[in-house]
């Protein structure tokens, strides 16, 4: 049975003190990280699992990258768009810690030799990437105990099956304690979040798929 896992191992090579930040609430006027299309809602960024180096794919206009940068991490954030890189560098580019590149998110996985202790996307670009080629990609750019997490719209219909497949995506490409839920919206009517999590072991494997 899948299981869920908050930890991850420290990674002594990085010169940035971890992530202590919890929780997705900000003060106003200040970034905040949520995984849900509403504010508050929902886990912080508290399941990456304290890294001290993330890659985000599909950042929008910023705020989640921003926010892990005041918190200690070095954040590449990618999006395709060239308005919303352009906005997001306008309003948090001067956050230490934090560079925007666009890029698309695949392309970017394929070319980079950068390693990670996170890769995350939230309603980003797992919204229009193929899982199929998303995952093994990014399992590539995760450092040894990295974690990686994803959120998007959650499915109306086979929610179940959706967890399942999930589940077996990420064991196939070599991650444990792997999380795949769905978070209902706070109101009737809305729309939930499938979010799922997972880290790859300590010591690398080779997975059976992928």
Known sequence: MPRTSTSLPGHRSAARAPYRGGGGRSAPGAPGFTWTRYTGHGPGAELLGGPRTA???GCGGGERAAYLARAGVEVTALDSCADRIAHARHRWGGTPGVLFVRAEACDHLT????TYDAVYSALGAVRRADPEE??????RRLNPGGTLALSRPGPARGCAHSLRWWADLLGRNGFLDTDARLLPAPAPGGTGTLLV???LPAHRT?????
């Open 55 to 57: 890659l985000e794919l």
């Open 111 to 114: 070319r980079a030799v950068t």
């Open 134 to 139: 998303l995952v093994p990609l990014a399992a």
């Open 197 to 199: 999590h997972a880290r």
């Open 206 to 210: 080779h997975p059976t798929g992928g």
